[in-house]
T-cell receptor
Framework: KQEVTQIPAALSVPEGENLVLNCSFT??????LQWFRQDPGKGLTSLLL?????REQTSGRLNASLDKSSGRSTLYIAASQPGDSATYLC??????????FGPGTRLSVLP | DGGITQSPKYLFRKEGQNVTLSCEQN?????MYWYRQDPGQGLRLIYY???????QKGDIAEGYSVSREKKESFPLTVTSAQKNPTAFYLC???????????FGNGTRLTVT
């Protein structure tokens, strides 16, 4: 059964710092991996989707990579801002199964 | 703009009452999902539907029921049989195969 973990569980950084969030999954048989952002009391907002055949995706200050063979993905946030403070979740879509979510990383960017 | 609408945003009910949460999407997606989110826990799948008039139980279906009479609508009923109904409920949808997942803004249900 696919399992997804995220490290660290929480992270606090000063504004302007570059940072990396990690996501690990146990089975490489996936369609894709998706990174989400969740603000308190809100739904999940999709940030980036990486298909299984891709190695990375970029959107503005965000860059997500995927290494299926090692079961890892990273979300790189450049020049962090207080507005980036939120919980970041990754989810994989295994073949023939529903999406599996990680527990999330709670990010605080301090002004 | 296409998206998923959940209503209401907040819902309060007395113990022993059934309550129905609304989820509507105009993304023309075949698949729809209901998740439950509790503090300190990840998202847990309640029910999902891959096509109209068909749905399957997720990991925590006990005490819940759904219907899928129209492609764009997937309402969730929280019954009195659900032991701990107070939670944040999220509805999502996706297209076929390797399509991304889209979420609504959630409904926070409080049962006292």
């Amino acid at each position: 059964k696919q399992e997804v973990t995220q490290i660290p569980a929480a992270l606090s950084v000063p504004e302007g710092e570059n940072l990396v969030l990690n996501c690990s999954f146990t089975d490489s048989a996936i369609y894709n991996l998706q990174w989400f952002r969740q603000d308190p009391g809100k739904g999940l907002t999709s940030l980036l989707l990486i298909q299984s055949s891709q190695r990375e995706q970029t959107s503005g200050r965000l860059n997500a990579s995927l290494d299926k063979s090692s079961g890892r993905s990273t979300l790189y946030i450049a020049a962090s801002q207080p507005g980036d403070s939120a919980t970041y979740l990754c989810a994989v879509r295994p073949w023939g199964q529903n999406f599996v979510f990680g527990p999330g990383t709670r990010l605080s960017v301090l002004p | 703009d296409g998206g998923i609408t959940q209503s209401p945003k907040y819902l309060f009910r007395k113990e022993g009452q059934n309550v129905t949460l609304s989820c509507e999407q105009n993304l023309n997606h075949d698949a729809m999902y209901w998740y439950r989110q509790d503090p300190g826990q990840g998202l847990r799948l309640i029910y999902y539907s891959q096509i109209v008039n068909d749905f399957q139980k997720g990991d925590i279906a006990e005490g819940y029921s759904v219907s899928r009479e129209k492609k764009e609508s997937f309402p969730l009923t929280v019954t009195s049989a659900q032991k701990n109904p107070t939670a944040f409920y999220l509805c999502a949808s996706s297209g076929q195969g390797d399509s991304p997942l889209h979420f609504g803004n959630g409904t926070r249900l409080t049962v006292t």
